[in-house]
């Protein structure tokens, strides 16, 4: 049974940092990639990043690159998300979900495993 455990939310200034982990269990995750999705109040579930598991494959959504960074320690089966320069916008509860393919997506549809979600709030 897969399970993923996020960590790190909570309330920042705008112009911030917030590092999130997800912490991966009940699998060997070398053939999986791991992405980040978050949800506003009222709005759907959209994609922020992913990685494949076993190799620097990455992909960002336009409205954090250059801002977030997602990153993976495989000794310790998790996954990070870096976010710097926080904007207000950024505002909502960050998912992590894994999917067993090589191939790194950012539709949520495509993720079979979820976690709880951890809630990040940006004032401005």
């Known amino acids: 049974q897969v399970q993923l455990v996020e960590s790190g939310g909570g309330l920042v200034q705008a112009g911030g940092s917030l590092s999130l982990s997800c912490a991966a269990s009940?699998?060997?995750?070398?053939?999986?990639?791991m992405g980040w999705f978050r949800q506003a109040p009222g709005k759907e579930r959209e994609f922020v990043a992913a990685?494949?598991?076993?190799?620097?494959?990455?992909k960002y959504a336009d409205s954090v690159k250059g801002r977030f960074t997602i990153s993976r320690d495989n000794a310790k089966n998790t996954v990070y998300l870096q976010m710097n320069n926080l904007k207000p916008e950024d505002t909502a509860v960050y998912y992590c979900?894994?999917?067993?393919?090589?191939?790194?997506?950012?539709?949520?549809?495509?993720?079979?495993?979820w976690g709880q979600g951890t809630q990040v709030t940006v004032s401005s």
């Open positions: 979900a894994a999917r067993l393919s090589t191939v790194v997506a950012v539709t949520p549809e495509l993720y079979t495993y």
């Open positions: 990685s494949r598991w076993s190799v620097s494959i990455t």
């Open positions: 009940g699998r060997t995750f070398s053939s999986y990639a």
